[in-house]
T-cell receptor
């Protein structure tokens, strides 16, 4: 079956703009998590959605937001972009939430903020 | 704040050598996972360990969870070029995964 897909794969924006990233989970998976990966900070948890509800949130400013649709697809939005938002944004899906369920990661969206 | 520190950060070895990667924390985790990430791709789960002192083997890879569930190690025997990648540990606590700083491994043919 198809894996987790993320669009777009690459994105270049300028400071102050906003951006929306999309994630389609594996068919049947209802939980979607978002992570930010940078060389300095590594992989950091942004938020998790299940059944269209945000279930958990990491320590990121309110400029970072997300949502999940009834078909489990998810989007994340970053407003008023800053240079430090340049990163690889990874989406992971699992059947249901919980640390005992395997997460499957997508290839990520590489965001560059100029 | 990084809950999990990995060492070494970078490792370059010859094919056939053995290596160990460490994942340490002062926090207790209910489970710990190891992932491998290759360039241009997302991390792929290798193993999950849940019991203190647990040892799991996956072909040439041996994973150990510390008795106190605060640390873990990954040992690779007779490394091969296909083992090249970024190795990440991730601890689960409070319904959230905290990832380690990563170990970039290069195996030279």
């Amino acid at each position: 079956k198809a894996g987790v897909t993320q669009t777009p794969r690459y994105l270049i924006k300028t400071r102050g703009q906003q951006v929306t990233l999309s994630c389609s989970p594996i068919s049947g998976h209802r939980s979607v998590s978002w992570y930010q990966q940078t060389p300095g900070q590594g992989l950091q948890f942004l938020f998790e959605y299940f059944s269209e509800t945000q279930r958990n949130k990491g320590n990121f400013p309110g400029r970072f937001s997300g949502r999940q649709f009834s078909n489990s697809r998810s989007e994340m939005n970053v407003s008023t972009l800053e240079l430090g938002d340049s990163a690889l944004y990874l989406c992971a899906s699992s059947l249901v939430p919980g640390e005992w369920n395997e997460q499957f990661f997508g290839p990520g969206t590489r965001l560059t903020v100029l | 704040t990084q809950l999990l520190e990995q060492s070494p950060q970078f490792l370059s070895i010859q094919e056939g050598e053995n290596l160990t990667v460490y994942c340490n924390s002062s926090s207790v985790f209910s489970s710990l996972q190891w992932y491998r990430q290759e360039p241009g791709e997302g991390p792929v789960l290798l193993v999950t360990v849940v019991t203190g002192g647990e040892v799991k083997k996956l072909k040439r890879l041996t994973f150990q969870f510390g008795d106190a569930r605060k640390d873990s190690s990954l040992h690779i025997t007779a490394a091969q070029p296909g083992d090249t990648g970024l190795y990440l540990c991730a601890g689960a606590t409070g319904n959230q995964f905290y990832f380690g700083t990563g170990t970039s491994l290069t195996v030279i043919p």
